[in-house]
């Protein structure tokens, strides 16, 4: 009996997973444009674009930034995109760059060391230790400078206080960001060295990772901070029960003026062009995961996609846009500045830390959902993520069905290659969130839990062509489908919706009669049932943006049907938990 417990909670755990082997094969429409998108799309040249992209710590406005956007325009040059502003009429592949002015001055590192006076080898390396400087460090002057080290606990104003940090380097259990103020522009320290790395990054095994991090620009007092590994961080700790101690620090950084560009690359639609399927990935921070994969993932769908329309194998009839830029900014940039253009903006895909080597960094690959009510109820087998989730409220809940559309495709692409798919319940942090707050229909695929994470650690070596060729074969066939979607295609996907909801009300229903055989209350469970039965109405509902040049009636039909069936099996079910 044992062994029949163990299976059903495998069940469970990866429901997801067993879902893969045995799914309903995708709509014709669908099964041809994977068969398409998988036979042209590279992971290596994904890859490639990684391999340049490593070589760089990228902040907006900086020379690894730029270099990153300048190598896609110049893969979409070559793969037949057009300047926008040169284009023959008529062009379907554009792209144009757009400039904006920067906050502040942008930066990036050039050199940095660490070290105990009195001992012979560094404690940290830039070479070595390429996060080991916070983000807006100023430069030491040459040479480095020479100083006491006090430990001043976490940090707090009273700890700094009765540490007399002024003239010395504080040390801290706890993050420089929210320290470096206090202890520099405030009272006067030196510099700032601080430990905080988060358990998931496991810094008992991983002793030389560092999290990048940055620290408010003071252009006044032109310090630096410096986030340490959990080796450094002890070795300081150890050298001062020993006795009074003396660091020497050596920083050298550029902080220049600068400005924000972002690289918009288009296929335009042939039937609907102001109607958009909108990707983005954001090209700052060091990490070859986060996010340099998501760039290259995203580079080599716009040649793909090239490819495959100059050939006449492909012809959206609805606009795929590619956005290449600063994290979040870059996507509601795109949605607030034009609100005609925003109107017509259908569906919106974050590629945020799409190429990991699930083998080496741990974690699966993630459909981080738009909200549902699982992100106000997680439970069953929704979990949150290590990175971090609250529950949402109800009223963030706009019905859809783009989770399901999209955990569709990507299960296709399982079931012929065996990837690992997951999902979690929204959790914010990428450039999904600007459609949510426009009550749009936006999702991340990412990676989760990545023990590099944000570390330096996160390079080339973690980083896989095969897992990138998954995401962007999903990725494209998710986007051809919606924007050449005819009737047929929209009510085999309304019927498959449909199916997903009925599933998903059964995993519901189990949970909601355990909870009430176990004597919890019947009427919250009938508030859950009653949000998932809205949701799925509403989600079917929604279907009539699907049909390109419009709903027909038999569409309309199979809507209207669709959603009165799901409502009634929610009623049905519902009825059952309270006889
Ligand atoms: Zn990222």
């Known amino acids: 009996m044992l062994r029949r417990p163990l299976a059903v909670l495998l069940l469970v755990a990866w429901s997801t997973a067993a879902a893969q082997t045995h799914r309903p094969a995708p709509p014709p429409a669908v099964a041809r444009d ?63 760059i757009e400039t904006r002015p920067l ?38 002057p040459a040479g480095g400078v020479i100083a006491p080290l006090v430990f001043a606990g976490s940090g707090s104003p009273a700890e700094l206080d009765s540490a007399h940090v002024a003239g010395k380097v504080v040390l801290v259990a706890g993050p420089v960001r929210r320290v470096f103020a206090d202890a520099v522009t405030a009272r006067g320290a030196v510099g700032v060295l601080g430990y905080s790395m988060p358990g998931y990054t496991q810094p008992d095994v991983h002793t030389h990772s560092i999290q990048f991090t940055q620290i408010p620009l003071d252009s006044v007092h032109r310090s630096w901070a410096m986030p340490l ?124 830390m799409t190429g990991e080597n699930t083998a080496k960094t741990g974690g699966t690959f993630l459909i981080e959902k738009m909200p549902d009510p699982s992100a106000v109820w997680t439970r069953g087998d929704d979990h949150h993520t290590a990175w971090g989730g609250s529950p949402v409220p109800l009223s963030m809940l706009h019905p859809h069905y783009f989770n399901d559309f ?114 919890g209350p019947a009427a919250h469970e009938v508030e859950i049932l009653s949000a998932w039965k809205a949701w799925y109405v509403g989600a079917i509902r929604a279907m009539t943006d699907i049909e390109l040049g419009g709903t027909s009636p038999e569409t309309g039909r199979a809507i209207d049907a669709g959603a009165a069936d799901i409502g009634a099996y929610a009623d049905s079910l519902i009825a059952k938990l309270t006889p």
Request: charged share 20%.
């Open 34 to 96: 994977f068969s398409l998108v998988r036979a042209e799309y590279s992971g290596a040249n994904a890859l490639d674009v990684v391999a340049f992209m490593d070589h760089y710590f990228r902040v907006p406005g900086n020379t690894g930034f730029n270099a990153s956007l300048d190598r896609v325009r110049d893969i979409l040059e070559r793969a037949g995109y057009q300047p926008e502003s040169t284009a023959a009429p008529g062009a379907r592949l554009t792209y144009r």
């Open 103 to 140: 906050r502040g001055p942008t930066w990036e590192p050039v050199d940095a060391s660490l070290s105990i006076v009195g001992q012979d080898s560094a404690l940290l390396r830039f070479a070595t230790n390429r996060n080991m400087l916070a983000i807006d460090s100023y430069s030491t």
């Open 229 to 352: 590994s959990k080796a450094a961080y002890d070795a300081l700790r150890a050298a001062l029960d020993r006795g009074p101690v003396q660091v020497h620090v050596e920083t050298a950084t550029k902080i220049y003026p600068s400005v924000e560009r972002t690289l918009i690359a288009e296929v335009l639609g042939n039937v609907s062009p102001d109607q958009r399927f909108v990707f983005s990935a954001h090209v700052q921070e060091p990490g070859a995961n986060d996010n340099a994969s998501g760039v290259g993932t995203q580079a080599e769908m716009a040649r793909t996609l090239a490819a495959l329309l100059r050939r006449g194998a492909i012809d959206p009839g609805r606009t795929i846009t590619m956005i290449w830029g600063n994290e979040i900014e870059q996507t509601r940039n795109f949605l607030a500045d034009d609100s005609v253009r925003r109107r017509d903006i259908h569906w919106g895909v974050s590629l945020d």
């Open 406 to 519: 999209i955990l569709d495709r990507c299960l296709d692409q399982a079931a012929a290659t065996g990837w690992v798919v997951n999902t979690n319940p929204y959790e914010g942090g990428s450039d999904h969130t600007p459609y949510i707050e426009y009550h749009k229909p936006g999702l991340l695929f990412w990676h989760f839990t990545d023990v590099y994470y944000h570390t330096d650690g996160d390079r080339l070596s973690m980083v896989s062509a095969d897992e990138m060729k998954n995401v962007g074969v999903s990725a494209l066939v998710s986007a051809l489908t919606l924007t050449s979607a005819d009737g047929p295609t929209t009510r085999a996907l309304v019927s498959q919706i449909e199916g997903d909801g009925r599933s998903r009300l059964d995993r519901e229903y189990a949970l909601s009669a355990a909870a009430v055989k176990a004597g």
